[in-house]
């Protein structure tokens, strides 16, 4: 299993920015989806976005379409998440998460290892 630590947390306006980083332990290979996942009080987890290793394939969910970016740089092990215009909706604790598999994990849910969150609040 792969470790993950998140940072970036922060407390920013509404429309302001803020950058996640996920830094993992070791490489996982070629072959692997990592993601951002989001749950705020009293919701579900929700999946935001998630990225293929190989070729940067990438998914959105639709809440953040056009205001959230996820990159990776696979040299570092390090996956980020660029959120702008961020609104109140978006205050969550974020957790990034990680899985083996091909480009079709972009779109799954079921991830096998994940980092302990990192508070966003948009106030």
């Known amino acids: 299993h792969v470790q993950l630590v998140e940072s970036g947390e922060g407390l920013v306006q509404p429309g302001g920015s803020l950058r996640l980083s996920c830094v993992a332990s070791?490489?996982?290979?070629?072959?692997?989806?990592r993601a951002w996942f989001r749950r705020a009080p009293g919701k579900e987890r929700e999946k935001v976005a998630s990225?293929?290793?190989?070729?940067?394939?990438?998914w959105y969910a639709d809440s953040v379409k056009g205001r959230f970016t996820v990159s990776r740089d696979n040299a570092n092990n390090t996956l980020y998440l660029q959120m702008d215009d961020l609104k109140p909706e978006d205050t969550a604790m974020y957790y990034c998460a990680s899985r083996y598999g091909g480009s079709w994990c972009l779109h799954l849910k079921e991830y096998t290892d994940w980092g302990q969150g990192t508070q966003v609040t948009v106030s």
């Open positions: 070791e490489y996982a290979g070629s072959n692997y989806c």
């Open positions: 990225i293929y290793s190989r070729d940067g394939l990438t």
